[in-house]
């Protein structure tokens, strides 16, 4: 499947990351690529986040995929989980880089701690997830957990922090190169 004819929605973890982070790079080379606003990154509503990912996955036009990083796997996991089936059946696909363990979230990111506990139920679309050896907030043996758990196949990006800006995981390209490859897995390429 092309990127042209989906609609990308990227789901930034806390804080919202920045002009530095991967996915908003991402965003500006993927014409339907476009960012889930949330009205407050540092301290999350886990019932405003889902309602705002439900809807833009039904204002969706084009079948949709989803993009997260950090908390915002664990949203998409959440939304993936809980909501209608009318409107997770238009997501094709989901990307997920870094989850936090959110066993651990109460002593390492506490404002987090309102999206536990993690869904462990086989997600309803194909997904990828990729995850750090040495990433802060979860281990690696953690996020191969989740990506059983829900179906995901799972991608080792090595020693690569967070991966996030502040993790020199600027741009990102061997990512951009992973989603390339999985949005090939994908459904019909030509139309």
Not at 44 to 50: A, E, G, K, Q
Not at 94 to 118: H, N
Request: charged share 20%; aromatic share 10%.
């Amino acid at each position: 499947m092309k990127t042209s004819q989906t609609d990308i929605l990227i789901l930034p973890g806390l804080g919202g990351g920045g002009p530095d982070y991967w996915y908003e790079r991402w965003s500006a080379k993927l014409k339907t690529a476009r960012r889930i606003e949330q009205p407050d990154w540092d301290n999350p509503d886990r019932s405003v986040w889902l309602g705002n990912i439900e809807k833009k996955i039904f204002e969706a036009e084009r079948p949709v995929i989803l993009i997260g990083h950090s908390l915002g796997v664990i949203a998409a996991v959440h939304a993936a989980t809980s909501l209608p089936k009318s409107v997770t059946s238009k997501v094709m696909g989901g990307y997920f880089v870094a989850p936090p363990d959110m066993a651990r979230a109460p002593e390492t990111l506490p404002e987090i701690a309102v999206f536990a506990p993690v869904p462990e139920d086989p997600l309803p679309f194909p997904s990828v997830l990729v995850a750090s050896r040495d990433d802060p907030y979860c281990s690696h043996e953690k996020a191969e957990d989740y990506s059983y758990a829900w179906g995901a196949r799972f991608e080792s990006a090595g020693e690569s922090g967070h991966i996030n800006a502040d993790s020199g995981q600027g741009p990102w390209p061997e990512g951009l190169l992973s989603f390339a490859q999985f949005m090939s897995t994908l459904g019909p390429s030509d139309a």
